[in-house]
T-cell receptor, first 115, second 111 residues
C-alpha cells in the first residue's frame, strides 16, 4: 500500500492557462474523489468516480473543469482558462467499495496558484 | 457549501491538557468522520462513528455523536505538541459517498 499520490504537488500558472492534475489512488480502491480546499476552509467536494464511471459532480465543477478516470485507475482533473479564484489545494482521495464504511484515504494534494 | 460548523474555530492549550472540539451538521447522515490536517498537507483519517453509535474510542481520542441534536464532539486527551493541526469533521449520507466537511478547528498545543 503506497498510498494515494498526486502530481504535481505545486503548480503556478498564469490566468487563462490550462492546467491538469493527476491522482493515482491506492491500487485496489475503485472509488476516487476530488475535493478543493481554500485557505482556512474545509475541503469541498468536486466529483467522484466508481471505477471509470463519474457518479456525481458538484455544482462547483463549472464547465471549465473536467475530470476523467479512463481505465478506472488514475484520474486527471483539468481546469481550462484558469482564474485567480481557482487558486486552492486540490485533494484526491480513494476508498474501496464496501470497505470500512466510507473511510477515505487522501493524497498530499496539489496546490494551485493562479497569478 | 459546507455541511455544518465546528466550534471553536481555534483552540490553544498546554501539553498534557485535554482538547475538545464540537461539530454540528444539518441533514441526516450514515456516518460522521474526523480527520486531521497538518499545515499544507493532506488529510489523515482519525475515527469514524456510525449514525447508530453514540460513542467511540481510539487511543487518546474519544468521539461522541448525538443524532437528535445533529452534533458530534472530539476529545483528545493528554495532548502532545504533535497534536498541533487542524481537525475537521465530515459527514456522509451513505457509506462510500462524498464527504461534506465542516470548517475545521485549528488546535495549537504548546510545549
Amino acid at each position: 500500500d503506497t498510498g494515494v499520490s498526486q502530481d504535481p504537488r505545486h503548480k503556478i500558472t498564469k490566468r487563462g492557462q490550462n492546467v491538469t492534475f493527476r491522482c493515482d489512488p491506492i491500487s485496489e480502491h475503485n472509488r476516487l474523489y476530488w475535493y478543493r480546499q481554500t485557505l482556512g476552509q474545509g475541503p469541498e467536494f468536486l466529483t467522484y468516480f466508481q471505477n471509470e464511471a463519474q457518479l456525481e459532480k458538484s455544482r462547483l465543477l463549472s464547465d471549465r473543469f473536467s475530470a476523467e478516470r479512463p481505465k478506472g485507475s488514475f484520474s486527471t482533473l483539468e481546469i481550462q482558462r484558469t482564474e485567480q479564484g481557482d487558486s486552492a489545494m486540490y485533494l484526491c482521495a480513494s476508498s474501496p467499495s464496501g470497505g470500512q464504511e466510507g473511510r477515505q484515504y487522501f493524497g498530499p494534494g496539489t496546490r494551485l496558484t493562479v497569478t | 457549501s459546507q455541511q455544518g460548523e465546528e466550534d471553536p474555530q481555534a483552540l490553544s492549550i498546554q501539553e498534557g491538557e485535554n482538547a475538545t472540539m464540537n461539530c454540528s451538521y444539518k441533514t441526516s447522515i450514515n456516518n460522521l468522520q474526523w480527520y486531521r490536517q497538518n499545515s499544507g498537507r493532506g488529510l489523515v483519517h482519525l475515527i469514524l462513528i456510525r449514525s447508530n453509535e453514540r460513542e467511540k474510542h481510539s487511543g487518546r481520542l474519544r468521539v461522541t455523536l448525538d443524532t437528535s441534536k445533529k452534533s458530534s464532539s472530539l476529545l483528545i486527551t493528554a495532548s502532545r505538541a504533535a497534536d498541533t493541526a487542524s481537525y475537521f469533521c465530515a459527514t456522509s449520507k451513505a457509506a462510500g459517498n462524498k464527504l461534506t466537511f465542516g470548517g475545521g478547528t485549528r488546535v495549537l498545543v504548546k510545549p
